[in-house]
């Protein structure tokens, strides 16, 4: 596609329950990263790919929170035993990868997850 | 403390004022300096990056970076209503991958 894809757009869930977020970076990009979107919080890092690997993943708030990327494409974010404060909007960003200081970082839609 | 700051606003101007949007840093080793817009519903775009101190311009927008005073500024002139958004100013630090984001300033241009 022209641009980074998530799904679902939204996502409504009971707490306790385990929620699978998706993304497909631009073709071509090697570094794929997450963010969240909390109200007032602005957008918080959570975890770098560059290809298959993680090599920076200290913004995963804690262990419930997980991700992989396969094929150096599609990255599944996932949330265990979700609890209310895990509400927000999840944003996946993707970039060519080279680690240049002005690369640009194009982001998806979001995923809008509410837990109830 | 954050290490980015920008007041949430909301910040409302009449079509064509002249907008100032602004963010302070506490890191000094945040050396590259970005602004994002975001319409509702809709995730962040690039509009504007600089890497030095001083100005960038780009059509209607300027970017200001002040290093010294660890303050950078993005000015809007002859605002329109499409400008409506929220803006989020962005940083990066010398080798490390991830962004930094304020928490964004509400823009509402009045026609």
């Known amino acids: 596609g022209a641009g980074v894809s998530q799904s679902p757009s939204n996502k409504v869930t009971e707490k306790g329950k385990d929620v699978e977020l998706r993304c497909d970076p631009i073709?071509?990009?090697?570094?794929l990263y997450w963010y969240r979107q909390s109200l007032g919080q602005g957008l918080e890092f959570l975890i770098y790919?560059?290809?298959?690997?993680?090599?920076?993943k200290s913004g995963l708030p804690s262990d419930r929170f997980s991700a992989e990327r396969t094929g150096g494409s599609v990255s599944t974010l996932t949330i265990q035993r979700t609890q209310q404060e895990d509400s927000a909007v999840y944003l996946c960003?993707?970039?060519?990868?080279f680690g240049t200081g002005v690369e640009t970082q194009y982001f998806g839609p979001g995923t809008r997850l509410l837990v109830l | 403390q954050k290490e980015v700051e920008q007041d949430p606003g909301p910040l409302s101007v009449p079509e064509g004022a002249i907008v100032s949007l602004n963010c302070t840093y506490s890191?000094?080793?945040?050396?590259?300096f970005m602004w994002y817009r975001q319409y509702s519903r809709k995730g962040p775009e690039l509009l504007m990056y600089?890497?030095?101190?001083g100005n960038k311009e780009d059509g209607r927008f300027t970017a200001q970076v002040d290093k010294s005073s660890k303050y950078i500024s993005l000015f809007i002139r002859d605002s329109q209503p499409s400008d409506s958004a929220t803006y989020l100013c962005?940083?990066?630090?010398?080798?490390?991958?991830?962004?930094?984001f304020g928490t964004g300033t509400r823009l509402t241009v009045i026609p």
């Open positions: 960003a993707s970039s060519l990868g």
């Open positions: 073709s071509g990009h090697t570094a």
């Open positions: 790919f560059q290809g298959n690997s993680a090599p920076d």
């Open positions: 890191n000094s080793a945040f050396q590259y």
């Open positions: 600089t890497y030095s101190s």
């Open positions: 962005a940083m990066r630090k010398t080798g490390a991958n991830n962004l930094f």
